[in-house]
T-cell receptor, first 111, second 115 residues
Framework: KQEVTQIPAALSVPEGENLVLNCSFTDSAIYNLQWFRQDPGKGLTSLLLIQSSQREQTSGRLNASLDKSSGRSTLYIAASQPGDSATYLCAPDNYGQNFVFGPGTRLSVLP | EAGVAQSPRYKIIEKRQSVAFWCNPISGHATLYWYQQILGQGPKLLIQFQNNGVVDDSQLPKDRFSAERLKGVDSTLKIQPAKLEDSAVYLC?????????????FGPGTRLTVL
């Protein structure tokens, strides 16, 4: 059974800092892994999807890396802004077993 | 393109009552998911439909939860009778094809409070 952990659970930083959010999963036989953003009272928005054959994906100030063999993924946020404040969840997809979400990292970027 | 629609947005009921949630996925999306998200946790998959057939309902508490997706479009999730521990946000998501490298698109969720 896939288990996902995310560190840190919460993070508060001043605007402009570069951030690293960590995700670990126990079953490395994944099909892909997604990073999602969740704003309070809203659903989830997909940020990046990394295929199992890929090492990283980039979108704007976001970069996600994947080390499948060690069961880790990292989300880098460059030059953080107050608008980045949200909860970030990672979700590995074991094909045929669907996504298993981590508990999330709650990010607060202070102006 | 319209997103995933859910209603109601909020619902407060007493334990042992019944409640139903509705979801309308993005047009053309064959796969529909219902998730339960308890405060402070990530979403947990309850059931997955491919068109109007159930693909995965292994984590659905079938003694009290039921779901259907008639005609392969809209879906309803029902809880009968509700328990205090059912208080959560119920999220609906859809995707084009789970066999492809396709992302899931989420609705805003229904926040259920059971008193």
């Amino acid at each position: 059974k896939q288990e996902v952990t995310q560190i840190p659970a919460a993070l508060s930083v001043p605007e402009g800092e570069n951030l690293v959010l960590n995700c670990s999963f126990t079953d490395s036989a994944i099909y892909n892994l997604q990073w999602f953003r969740q704003d309070p009272g809203k659903g989830l928005t997909s940020l990046l999807l990394i295929q199992s054959s890929q090492r990283e994906q980039t979108s704007g100030r976001l970069n996600a890396s994947l080390d499948k063999s060690s069961g880790r993924s990292t989300l880098y946020i460059a030059a953080s802004q107050p608008g980045d404040s949200a909860t970030y969840l990672c979700a590995p997809d074991n094909y045929g077993q669907n996504f298993v979400f981590g508990p999330g990292t709650r990010l607060s970027v202070l102006p | 393109e319209a997103g995933v629609a859910q209603s109601p947005r909020y619902k407060i009921i007493e334990k042992r009552q019944s409640v139903a949630f509705w979801c309308n996925p993005i047009s053309g999306h064959a796969t529909l998911y219902w998730y339960q998200q308890i405060l402070g946790q990530g979403p947990k998959l309850l059931i997955q439909f491919q068109n109007n057939g159930v693909v995965d309902d292994s984590q659905l508490p079938k003694d009290r939860f039921s779901a259907e997706r008639l005609k392969g479009v809209d879906s309803t999730l029902k809880i009968q009778p509700a328990k205090l521990e059912d208080s959560a946000v119920y999220l609906c998501a859809s995707s084009l094809d789970p066999a492809s490298t396709d992302t899931q698109y989420f609705g805003p969720g229904t926040r259920l409070t059971v008193l």
